[in-house]
């Protein structure tokens, strides 16, 4: 790595790391140059052993000697800087000491994604990050071997998304659904049983359905707000709901998809 210490914070080589705030990045879909953001020594070091290329990394001082041990043998330029110069560049204080900007990799098709799998998250149009990346950690540590994301979806590769979802969105295969009938046609074609996560009068439990558990099963989750679109809950298979008392009628997707994946997961 190549050590480039930098004290203004209109220093051209740092246009890639301005205005990272959630509004900016709420902004737009694919970032210029097809790049991600990665933030944190542990997030970055995910990223790396993912096989994913930093194009450059801004650290702090006291970070240098950690993100050497990440990006010391690679050919990419780390821009050493004050804390107030990184707190200026990005719009907010930089807690961990190290951002890196990251090659945006090409996605697989869906059939590669799913083609060794047996248990898969699908997300239809989950647009907070936050929750995007608590379901990934979620399906991380509970046994789902690839999530897929729909269209209208947040970006798993937003700062706040991999942040949240400590780097597992380098850990667990995954892509985005270009067209919502042929990613359940390949789904039907390799057997799986898509279940949708709903509310309604048809709805199976979760006990029940993990009684009888297929033996490839894609969970589908909806958004926030409306949950699942009716295109999602015509094409599921079965309609699965997860019991509730105390007045409660549902939990936050990331939780759903936490307690199903824990349910459906072999353990």
């Known amino acids: ?57 801004l650290v702090q001082e006291r970070r240098v000697e950690d993100i050497r041990a990440i990006v010391g043998d690679l050919d990419v330029p780390v821009y050493v800087v004050p804390d107030e110069v990184a707190e200026a560049v990005t719009g907010f204080a930089v807690h961990r000491g190290t951002i ?78 270009t067209d919502w009938a042929s990613a359940v046609t390949d789904l039907h074609a390799a057997g799986f049983d898509v279940a949708a996560l709903a509310l309604s009068e048809d709805a199976v439990t979760l006990d029940a359905y993990v009684a009888s558990r297929p033996d490839r099963v894609a969970l589908v989750m909806g958004s926030e707000g409306d949950g699942l679109s009716r295109t999602a809950l015509a094409e599921a298979d079965t309609v699965v709901t997860i019991p509730m008392s105390g007045g409660v009628d549902s939990l936050n997707v990331a939780s759903a998809a936490a307690v199903a994946l824990w349910a459906l997961g072999t353990r």
């Open 1 to 57: 790595m190549e050590l480039q210490h930098v004290t203004n914070p209109d220093d051209r080589r740092l246009d890639e790391y301005r205005a990272l705030t959630d509004t900016a990045l709420r902004s737009v879909r694919d970032p210029a140059g097809g790049l991600y953001i990665a933030e944190s020594t542990k997030v970055i070091a995910r990223a790396v052993a993912a096989g994913h290329r930093p194009r450059s990394v």
């Open 100 to 177: 890196a900007s990251m090659h945006r990799p090409e996605l697989p098709s869906v059939r590669e994604v799913i083609d060794s799998a047996t248990l898969v998250l699908i997300l239809e149009n989950v647009g907070d990050h936050t929750n995007v990346g608590a379901a990934f950690r979620a399906a991380a540590a509970l046994g789902a071997d690839a999530v897929l994301v729909s269209p209208g979806g947040a970006d798993p590769l937003y700062r706040r998304s991999v942040r949240v979802s400590m780097g597992t969105v380098f850990q667990v295969p995954w892509t985005r659904i």
